[in-house]
């Protein structure tokens, strides 16, 4: 049988992209028809991944994190830890940037980096027979960042590009406002990409230094999905992670509760409509209520086309075009949030129905036909938005570690979410709800008129 190969240089990349993404469903697809089988391998060394075992294609996903994230980044240098994700497939060792991606282009394997609020992401696809040459790069890229003058300069002039595109964009500045309003001096009141000032400002040691205070072994989870087993990957886990430090040196973080109680007017008189957002008590993931807060969030806001927010705001009245609740679970604060956007002339009328849809749910709670349809919704749909492909497999296996879920969460969590009953659903409506909440409203002038 004749081997796999493939064209090499930037043919190679149009080629691998092209194949990821129409095999991505058949990689996954027999996965999802059986119980996923999620082992856990350890290296030599200690570096722990969670391993989805898959032979039917000769590709390999990989996706990473480290604990940390912009929340690290000294005051006065906020954007740090972005400018550092941007860099570590911009030379390393003895390859400076174009060999770098030439390489990576010849062997056909995709990777990139990111830095969120509360981790540092990682991520390599590649074809398995070029495991060893793409791994290899990915370990260079790691232990041997290079931060020639030129790549710092050129991504620290594409993070100011984007800064200074967005100066003017209002719902830039009310998201600045939002998050200074809930958060005051917190890490999460900042920006990720931080400001004009504070990137100007981080010089090339101080690169360095992030990355050795956030690149640690006991910080970091791995999943990996396809083409590769136990044994193997438990040496390429030495070879990629095992030349990191032990131990991260990350600066504590304080738990923050977002400041509720607040109407927070931004005034934009040139907007035709106003963005409205809410802000009330969130749920730690570890919460016994988490599952019943789950489900009500679903019924309140958080279920697109049959939620309540949806039918009251959107169907029956025409308010908006969409509205929405979610659960947000960061690392050191929670909130349940809405948002919608709605005419100037009634906004004051589309914030007194969130208000009262959030009052009804707590007084009165949920019908069984509501509980029941949301349930076998969130059940349903948990494959099609989690394991649709390796790549999202891999992205929700990492996910779990970073939260501390075990490795049969995936398969028990059916049976949480259709253990809730309609007497816990409305137990946790009635204590986040009877929080007064923070409400912002972006746009001209008077959305607040009758609520004052």
């Known amino acids: 049988m004749p081997r796999f190969r493939i064209p090499s240089g930037e043919a190679a990349r149009r080629f691998v992209t092209a194949l990821f993404a129409a095999l991505a469903f058949v990689v996954a697809a027999p996965l999802l028809a059986r119980a996923m089988d999620i082992r856990e391998v350890v290296s030599p060394k200690g570096v722990k991944a969670w391993l989805v075992e898959d032979h039917g294609l000769p590709i390999i996903t990989l996706r990473f994190a480290f604990r940390g994230g912009s929340t690290q980044d000294p005051a006065g240098k906020e954007g740090l830890a972005k400018l550092m994700a941007g860099l570590f497939d911009e030379g390393a060792g003895d390859l400076d940037s174009d060999a770098f991606q030439i390489k990576m282009d010849s062997i056909g394997a995709e990777m990139s980096f990111d830095a969120g609020r509360d981790a540092l992401y990682g991520n390599l696809r590649l074809l398995s027979e070029s495991r060893e040459e793409a791994l290899g790069l990915l370990a260079l890229a790691l232990d041997k960042t290079r931060y020639d003058e030129k790549p710092v300069e050129r991504i620290r002039a594409q993070l100011l590009a984007g800064i200074e595109a967005s100066a003017n964009d209002p719902e830039t500045k009310a998201g600045d406002v939002w998050r200074a309003a809930l958060y005051a001096d917190h890490p999460y009141a900042r920006r990720d990409d931080g400001t004009?000032?504070?990137?100007?400002?981080?010089?090339?040691?101080?690169?360095?230094?992030?990355?050795?205070?956030?690149?640690?072994?006991?910080?970091?989870?791995?999943?990996?999905?396809?083409?590769?087993?136990?044994?193997?990957?438990?040496?390429?886990?030495?070879?990629?992670?095992?030349?990191?430090?032990?131990?991260?040196?990350?600066?504590?973080?304080?738990?923050?509760?977002?400041?509720?109680?607040?109407?927070?007017?931004?005034?934009?008189?040139?907007?035709?409509?106003?963005?409205?957002?809410?802000?009330?008590?969130?749920?730690?993931?570890?919460?016994?209520?988490?599952?019943?807060?789950?489900?009500?969030?679903?019924?309140?806001?958080?279920?697109?086309?049959?939620?309540?927010?949806?039918?009251?705001?959107?169907?029956?009245?025409?308010?908006?075009?969409?509205?929405?609740?979610?659960?947000?679970?960061?690392?050191?604060?929670?909130?349940?949030?809405?948002?919608?956007?709605?005419?100037?002339?009634?906004?004051?009328?589309?914030?007194?129905?969130?208000?009262?849809?959030?009052?009804?749910?707590?007084?009165?709670?949920?019908?069984?036909?509501?509980?029941?349809?949301?349930?076998?919704?969130?059940?349903?749909?948990?494959?099609?938005?989690?394991?649709?492909?390796?790549?999202?497999?891999?992205?929700?296996?990492?996910?779990?570690?970073?939260?501390?879920?075990?490795?049969?969460?995936i398969d028990k969590r059916a049976a949480f979410i259709d253990a809730v009953t309609a007497d816990e659903v409305k137990a946790v409506a009635a204590k986040l709800f009877s929080a007064r909440p923070a409400i912002m409203a972006l746009g001209p002038d008077g959305a607040f008129a009758e609520l004052k």
């Not at 087993?229 to 600066?251: K, Q």
């Not at 919460?287 to 009500?296: G, H, I, N």
């Not at 604060?333 to 914030?351: C, N, Y």
């Not at 707590?362 to 349903?380: F, Q, Y």
């Open 196 to 409: 004009a000032d504070s990137l100007k400002a981080i010089a090339i040691d101080d690169l360095r230094a992030a990355k050795a205070r956030l690149l640690g072994r006991d910080n970091l989870v791995v999943a990996v999905v396809g083409d590769i087993d136990e044994a193997t990957l438990a040496v390429e886990l030495d070879r990629v992670f095992g030349g990191l430090p032990e131990r991260a040196g990350l600066a504590p973080v304080t738990e923050i509760e977002p400041k509720l109680d607040q109407r927070i007017p931004v005034v934009e008189a040139s907007l035709p409509q106003t963005t409205l957002q809410f802000a009330w008590p969130g749920v730690d993931r570890d919460a016994p209520e988490f599952f019943a807060a789950y489900v009500m969030n679903h019924i309140y806001g958080g279920g697109t086309f049959s939620s309540r927010l949806y039918m009251e705001v959107r169907e029956k009245r025409g308010l908006a075009y969409g509205v929405g609740s979610g659960l947000v679970d960061q690392d050191w604060s929670k909130m349940l949030f809405v948002q919608t956007a709605t005419r100037a002339d009634r906004a004051a009328e589309t914030i007194a129905i969130v208000l009262e849809e959030a009052a009804k749910i707590a007084r009165d709670g949920v019908t069984a036909a509501e509980l029941k349809a949301a349930k076998a919704n969130i059940i349903g749909s948990y494959a099609i938005n989690n394991l649709s492909s390796s790549k999202a497999i891999a992205r929700t296996l990492a996910d779990l570690q970073l939260i501390g879920l075990p490795r049969d969460y």
